[in-house]
T-cell receptor, first 114, second 115 residues
């Protein structure tokens, strides 16, 4: 069975600083990995996805993530935080087979301090 | 370009009442799912469907029923509401079998309080 661990339920950064949100996964087979963002009172929106084509994945709003198989990690980064990045971020993993159930992490709330 | 539409957006129920949360998608997606979101617990799968007439249980199905009579609609029924079902409910859809790299599309959620 697959699982996802997001380290840090709350992360605070200053505006203009590096954003680093951590995600580690557990899967016995090559996974598909996703990062979603949730703004207040909204549903989840896809930021980016890893599908084995490239280990460094670029997403919307300047975010990117690097798949590291040896570390079973898929951390999300952005070089310079903007106030509009304040939201909750979810890492998710899916493996092939059957319904291909998605497992979500518990989320990380990002606060951006002016 | 509606995507996934959930109604109602907010609802308050009394313990023991029943209700149906509506979900509709206009993308002709085969797969649809219901999740509940609770603080610190991420999203947990309640029920899912891989096509019209086919449904199955997720992680936390107790107290909920679903049906899928059409591709577009996937309602979630609370049979007898309990305070533990106070949560935010999300419906999601995505293309079907053979598309594991495709993300889910989410509705804006239904915020449900059980008194």
């Amino acid at each position: 069975a697959q699982s996802v661990t997001q380290l840090g339920s709350h992360v605070s950064v200053s505006e203009g600083a590096l954003v680093l949100l951590r995600c580690n996964y557990s899967s016995s087979v090559p996974p598909y990995l996703f990062w979603y963002v949730q703004y207040p009172n909204q549903g989840l929106q896809l930021l980016l996805k890893y599908t084995s084509a490239a280990t460094l994945v670029k997403g919307i709003n300047g975010f990117e993530a690097e798949f590291k198989k040896s570390e079973t990690s898929f951390h999300l980064t952005k070089p310079s935080a903007h106030m509009s990045d304040a939201a909750e971020y979810f890492c998710a993993v899916r493996i092939s087979g059957g319904y291909q159930k998605v497992t979500f992490g518990t989320g990380t709330k990002l606060q951006v301090i002016p | 370009n509606a995507g996934v539409t959930q109604t109602p957006k907010f609802q308050v129920l009394k313990t023991g009442q029943s209700m149906t949360l509506q979900c509709a998608q206009d993308m002709n997606h085969e797969y649809m799912s219901w999740y509940r979101q609770d603080p610190g617990m991420g999203l947990r799968l309640i029920h899912y469907s891989v096509g019209a007439g086919i449904t199955d249980q997720g992680e936390v199905p107790n107290g909920y029923n679903v049906s899928r009579s059409t591709t577009e609609d996937f309602p979630l029924r609370l049979l007898s509401a309990a305070p533990s079902q106070t949560s935010v409910y999300f419906c999601a859809s995505r293309p079907g079998q053979g598309t594991p790299n495709q993300p889910q599309h989410f509705g804006d959620g239904t915020r449900l309080s059980i008194l």
